[in-house]
């Protein structure tokens, strides 16, 4: 039962160019990109060789998914915790969003997919925030694979905001308390506009969610593997989608 929910390094060496079930694409698959520094440090390389090698993975699993039929793929590119980081290292996860969306810009277009973006882009620089409104903008009438990444972005932060949100309006007298239910907490969340992940995929063996989309994950289906996100290939995402498609989702039922 355990290999459902935990791929070992060794099995990332196996192709899967075919899916049994067609008909049981997961919609929406979130992915906690980790490892890039643990696989420069392995390499003798210093950490931005990690983040940069990471950023080749994304085109890949981008393009695996939107020829698998994926229609939403989320990808965890910086964390409300990720200024703890070394000034320097940070400088550098600031410029990455930059250099590849002007370099897959072109691709991204070619493939239909359109860009899109949750978490707090206030304290974003200017040059960060310019790139992404720029994709987002460009590639805004797409109608394929819609890819969206969580910058800047914290789940306990998203809830507390929409908390904050839901407390003012019965301040005013606009909402009773007895009126708050679970589609209006999901309708002010981030991602209200795309529905909750079907899969979770962290990478580098790690197995914890670190404040990602809290609300969104609680029927989501998990799988981790110790593969290092540089390593990560379109083979491995089917990996996890195989390994998705041989569970049953009971929703709380038999």
Request: avoid cysteine.
């Amino acid at each position: 039962m355990m290999d459902q929910f935990f791929s070992r390094k060794e099995k990332s060496s196996e192709s899967y160019p075919h899916l049994p079930d067609q008909d049981n694409i997961p919609s929406h698959i979130a992915i906690i990109m980790d490892g890039n520094g643990r696989w420069a440090k392995s390499r003798g390389l210093p950490r931005s060789s990690g983040h940069r090698e990471g950023m080749k993975t994304i085109t890949e699993v981008v393009e695996k998914s939107g020829e698998i039929g994926v229609d939403y793929l989320t990808l965890y590119a910086f964390s409300t915790e990720n200024w703890k980081r070394p000034k320097t290292e940070v400088e550098f996860l600031m410029k990455l969003p930059e250099r590849f969306l002007h370099k897959e810009l072109p691709r991204l277009q070619k493939n239909n997919v359109q860009v899109k973006t949750i978490g707090d882009p206030s304290v974003l620089p200017a040059h960060t925030r310019r790139a992404v409104e720029k994709a987002v903008e460009e590639t805004a009438g797409n109608t394929g694979l819609i890819l969206n990444f969580a910058l800047n972005y914290g789940g306990r932060q998203e809830l507390v905001e929409v908390v904050r949100q839901l407390g003012q309006e019965v301040q005013n007298g606009v909402l009773e308390p007895d009126d708050i239910t679970e589609d209006m907490l999901s309708g002010r969340l981030l991602t209200r506009d795309i529905p909750d992940p079907d899969l979770l995929i962290r990478t580098s063996g790690e197995i914890r969610l670190s404040n990602f989309m809290l609300w969104q994950l609680a029927y989501s289906e998990f799988w981790f593997t110790d593969v290092l996100w540089p390593d990560f290939t379109g083979s491995d995402l089917m990996e996890a989608v195989q390994r998705y498609q041989q569970r049953k989702r009971r929703y709380g039922g038999v």
